[in-house]
């Protein structure tokens, strides 16, 4: 009898973890059937192929990319769709983020709509912000991609790009071509972008109305204008100031 009772004891359990394998499983399908749910993840395979650097592309010293390893970070498109746990490389000549997708091919490009990304670990930051949707200014338009620097009602935006330069030593018949990288910097303040310097006069300049605020602050935190970090601590307080 005791058998007997044991047996029914090992057959409920085991039918129990079956129920509850099955729940598992019915759970993880109709979660996928959610729209937007799988992004959450990951990403499926883009539209784009892996790019095919052309051979005056190739002949040029240095990189398309803002860094040569891939970084851990998200994207998200204009319909709120974002998508995470992917490793990726900005493309600072095309203006473009690539991802490295379920095949194992690296540089594909990802999905015409996005408007964002974060990259992990970038320049001394744990994450750090890209956006576009910006006015167009100077020879950039609504889909260049800017870091941000601070993002509250006047923001700080850094653009990066890769442009080629041509050098020839004295004497040499021919020239040596290399990529060359240039930061410039943005102030979005009521809907219009204004270029600025990285120095302390353009960009006291732009914040002129709290003058005596942002004197001491700077005073107090020792703001280094050369420091992104430190710019955007400054433009993080003024944006407090009523």
Not at 46 to 65: L, T
Not at 92 to 107: L, R
Not at 185 to 193: E, R
């Amino acid at each position: 009898m005791e058998q007997a009772t044991n047996n029914q004891s090992k057959n409920s359990a085991t039918f129990g973890e079956t129920l509850t394998f099955i729940g598992v499983v019915l759970a993880l399908i109709l979660l996928s059937a959610i729209p937007g749910w799988a992004q959450q993840v990951g990403l499926p395979d883009a539209e784009g192929k892996p790019i095919e650097m052309s051979d005056a592309v190739r002949e040029i010293d240095g990189s398309i990319y803002i860094s040569i390893d891939w970084s851990d970070g998200t994207i998200s498109r204009s319909d709120n769709e974002k998508y995470y746990n992917l490793k990726l490389r900005y493309d600072e000549y095309d203006d473009q983020i690539v991802f490295e997708n379920s095949k194992n091919e690296s540089d594909v490009p990802v999905f015409t709509d996005v408007n964002g990304f974060t990259l992990k670990d970038f320049d001394g930051l744990d994450v750090a912000k890209f956006k576009n949707g910006f006015p167009a200014v100077d020879n950039l338009t609504a889909k260049s991609f800017y870091e941000v620097l601070c993002d509250g009602k006047i923001k700080l935006l850094k653009h990066y790009a890769k442009t080629i330069t041509e050098v020839s030593d004295p004497g040499a018949t021919s020239t040596t071509k290399s990529f060359k990288d240039e930061q410039d910097y943005y102030i979005l303040k009521n809907g219009a972008m204004t270029a600025v310097k990285r120095d302390e006069k353009d960009i006291l300049a732009a914040l002129t109305d709290k003058e005596p605020q942002i004197a001491t602050f700077i005073k107090s935190n020792r703001i280094k204008f050369k420091n992104d970090a430190d710019l955007g601590k400054l433009f993080d307080y003024y944006n407090t100031l009523e």
